[in-house]
Structures are given as C-alpha cells and as structure tokens.
C-alpha cells in the first residue's frame, strides 16, 4: 500500500473473494508449512515482447545459452533400476544416455561415437546394455564410459584409448527423478533450486511413487506458450468452464522461490468467484463428484446440514485414497488431499504433488521447428511399500487429432481439461504471429508465473553461447 495516497500499488491487488490462505486455513486437518506460506513479489507490468515465441533465431538462442545451462529432470529413477538399464534423454539437438553404471551411481552420456559421431542408441529408446556399442563400425564403451574396443587399432595409433571416455553430462538425483546439466560450472541442483522450493520437494516424497501411466502429445505452439497455458487459473472460467463451479480460480494462490521454481496453490471445492451465490454446496459436490448433473442419483454423497462442500469432498476423498493405498491418510492436510499444487522447476518440468492428482509435466521444444513442442504427462502412483516396485509405464504417443481421453489409463474428466487447454494453443500462437501488438500484456498478480518464468528466459539468452564441447 502506497502510505502517501492509500492506493495499493501494482502488484498489490488481489481478488476481493476469500483467499486461498483463509479457504484452507478453515479446513479441518490443517495444512503443513509448505502449504501455509506465500511469497510473491512483483516484478514489473511491462509486456512480454512476441519474438520469444515466433523467432526462430529466439529458438537457437535458447538451445545455446538455456538449454546448456539448466538443470533438466531427465528420467525417473524407476526407468533404470538395474546397473546396466539405460535410457535416451533428448533435448533439441542433444541426446543423452541416462545410465545406471552401480547399483547407486546414474551417469549420463553425451549420446554420440566418438569415431565419426553415429548415435549410440537412438532418441526415445531405453533398455539394458552390457557395452555401448556403435552400429557403423564397433566402437564400443563399457557402462562406465571408458572405452572398450576400437576395431583395427593399429590404425589408429593416434587415439590413446586410455582417455576415450565418454563425455559426461553432471547428474542428480532428487525425488525420484534423474537431471541432468551440460554445464560443468551451472551451481549443483539444491542450490539451483533453492532451500525453500527443496524443503517442499523433499516434503513430498516423491522418490516413493512410480509412474502408472505416461501420455506423450506434439502441440502447434512454442514450448514457452505451451507452458504458459498451464502456468495460471485465470483461464479457468472460459476454458474450463465445467469446473468453476467447483475451483477457486481467480482467489488462487501464486509464488516463487528465487529464479528458478514458481507454483501455484489452486483450492477445489470451492466456487469460483465469478459464480459466486449461483451454486448451493450440494450442487458444487454434485458438479465435481458428478459432474453431469443429468445423472444424479439418491445415493451419491450429501454435504451434511450446515457442511461445506469442500469438507465433504475432502473427506471422501481421503477414505478412497486410504483404501486405494492401503494406507493411514489421516494426518494429511484437507489442502493436500484436494487442491491443485502446481511447481515449474525451470525450464521445463511441473510436479504437482497433490494426492488426488499427482502428475508431472514436462516440456520440450521440437528441435526442428520452433511452433511446435512435445507435452509428456506422468501420472505418479504410491509404490507398493515391500514387494518389487513395479515397472514405469510406456508412454502412449497420441497423434495430432487424438484427444487426450483415448490415452489408455487416462480420467475422462482430466483428458477433458487437457484438450480445452490445448486447444487454444494453435490459435494463439498464430494469433501471436499476425498480431499488430508487439507483446503480451500479463496481469500482475494471476500471471506472474509467466512473468518469472520469462524473466529467466531472458537472464538466459542474455548470456553467451554455451555449446557443450569436452575435448
Ligand atoms: S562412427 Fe562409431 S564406430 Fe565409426
Ligand atoms: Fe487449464
């Protein structure tokens, strides 16, 4: 609040309905700390230029100087559990070979021969190698990358084979996930990512889930617009409209934690405030658990007299998980059984921690055309505690004019919210390119994710070129 003339200053406004904090704050098994804080800042109301999203040179500016630079989830620790399972990790032009080399040591290798270059295994794949072996002509490298044959080598009296190693990409490993980074000098992940946004990743303990299933889809938009999409609820009323009975929309909750991690907190079971006084309780539990009103039955599950939706719905939910996992659920929070948790860890990755619909995201750009990106969903389930840790899903390629509900495992209702959400992404990217505006205009509070993200973006391409070379 400006103290002069009382005004709030931008970036202070917010939607006049309750706020996330007081919705969760009345819920009756209360929210731990990661939940409870906010922390936002602005960062300014200047538009976002276009050319980010429709200059190819942007493109290769950002393979150069971003995309060599930043810590990137790579696999799943479940992809390779055995010493010897590897799997190919591609990002634009690179290729990796994500492999576990001991029993708890994963290194990852730049996916190329270092006789004439040939691919070692090709993009996409994954499986179990004894020796990474060159199809063109046998050269081959053990799985700790030292060099294990070069045929005829009286010919190459040049090549000191003690030092053919294969060049090594840095590795991490953080709930379950395996990143990678070319950048021999890039900070290590946890500082990367900071304390604060660890402490939340490291409360979720993601590393006990496996991924049940895995939907791949190509878009008709750059990779950044595509995140865009996914990054704010301000959409919700005109995209979604079949949810607002039930989402706080425009009352969620957005923060970031240093450059690199943005989320949001988006409450369910809660009416939209554009819709406010439109719906009785029992109508927004009948919209969500429901959804088709039309299909109503005596025994579907009530709002007790004097209850909340919200509280019903948490309730409800929390018996189906504890059943479906066998476990005691009970000293979760109402917020995290229900509500949409959604982080970026930059560039490229949304983990959404919440019980009801744990999910990963991940983005990349189609390294041969800059309007175009690859969207992979990961549905993420408890691990059985004992028993073997079942195997992670093979992801289900859906073509250009598949909807997301014929993916094999995937809810209706969600594969729904997915086809809405993209299906704005070809209009708005050309949209962008016959525009007589030059840039994106954000609001200051519902599109700051956009804005953070952005911004790193841009402390990125401003750096020189950083292609990845070892001699
Ligand atoms: S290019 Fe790999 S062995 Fe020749
Ligand atoms: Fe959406």
């Known amino acids: 609040m400006n103290i002069e003339t009382g005004k709030l200053n931008p970036g202070e406004a917010r939607c006049p309905a309750i706020s996330t904090q007081e919705i969760i704050a009345a819920d009756k098994v209360k929210a731990p700390g990661w939940v409870t804080s906010e922390s936002y800042q602005y960062l300014g109301s200047e538009d976002i230029s276009k050319e980010r999203y429709i200059d190819p040179a942007f493109a290769q500016r950002e393979l150069e100087s971003m995309w060599t630079r930043t810590w990137q989830f790579a696999c799943r620790e479940e992809h390779i559990p055995e010493v010897g399972d590897y799997y190919v990790y591609d990002i634009g032009p690179w290729s990796f070979l994500v492999t576990r080399t001991e029993e708890n040591r994963i290194k990852a290798y730049f996916n190329a021969c270092l006789h004439r270059g040939t691919k070692l295994r090709p993009s996409a794949t994954s499986g179990y190698a004894s020796e990474f072996k060159c199809p063109f002509h046998g050269w081959s490298w053990n799985l700790d990358g030292s060099n294990r044959q070069v045929l005829c080598p009286w ?63 190509s878009f008709p938009a750059n990779w950044k617009l595509t995140m865009g999409a996914f990054m704010e609820a301000y959409h919700v009323l005109d ?184 299906d704005n992404l070809l209009a708005q990217q050309e949209g962008l390119e016959c525009s007589a505006k030059a840039g994106l205009t954000l609001g200051n509070y519902q599109e700051i994710r956009i804005r953070h993200f952005e911004q790193a973006i841009d402390k990125y391409v401003a750096m020189p070129a950083k292609v990845p070379t070892r001699s």
């Open 155 to 217: 010919d190459f009296p040049h090549v000191d084979r003690a030092s053919l190693n294969l060049p090594e990409a840095r590795v991490e490993r953080l709930g379950g996930f395996v990143w990678i980074n070319m950048d021999p000098d890039a900070p290590g992940l946890r500082e990367y990512l900071g304390a604060e946004a660890l402490s939340h990743i490291e409360a979720w303990k993601l590393e006990d889930r496996y991924i049940h299933v895995h939907v791949q889809k």
């Open 239 to 422: 995209t979604h409209p079949q949810v607002a009975p039930s989402n706080a929309d425009a009352n969620s909750q957005y923060d970031f934690y240093g450059e690199h991690v943005d989320r949001f907190i988006s409450c369910l079971g809660v009416i939209s405030p554009h819709l406010e006084g439109k719906f009785t309780e029992q109508e927004i539990l009948d919209q969500f658990t429901v959804g088709d009103a039309s299909v109503l039955s005596d025994d579907r599950p009530k709002v007790p007299e004097g209850g909340s939706a919200r509280q019903a719905m948490a309730d409800m939910f929390r018996g189906m998980f504890e059943q479906a996992t066998q476990s005691d659920l009970s000293h979760v929070s109402d917020s995290e059984i229900l509500d949409c948790f959604s982080y970026t860890i930059f560039p490229n990755t949304f983990l959404f921690p919440g019980i009801s619909l744990p999910m990963v995201y991940r983005f990349r750009p189609d390294p041969k055309d800059h309007r175009r990106c690859i969207y992979e969903v990961m549905f993420l389930r408890p691990a059985p505690s004992g028993g073997p840790r079942p195997e992670p899903a093979e992801p289900v390629i859906l073509r250009d004019h598949q909807s997301f509900t014929e993916a094999e495992g995937m809810d209706p209702g969600f594969g729904r919210i997915l086809d809405q959400d993209t």
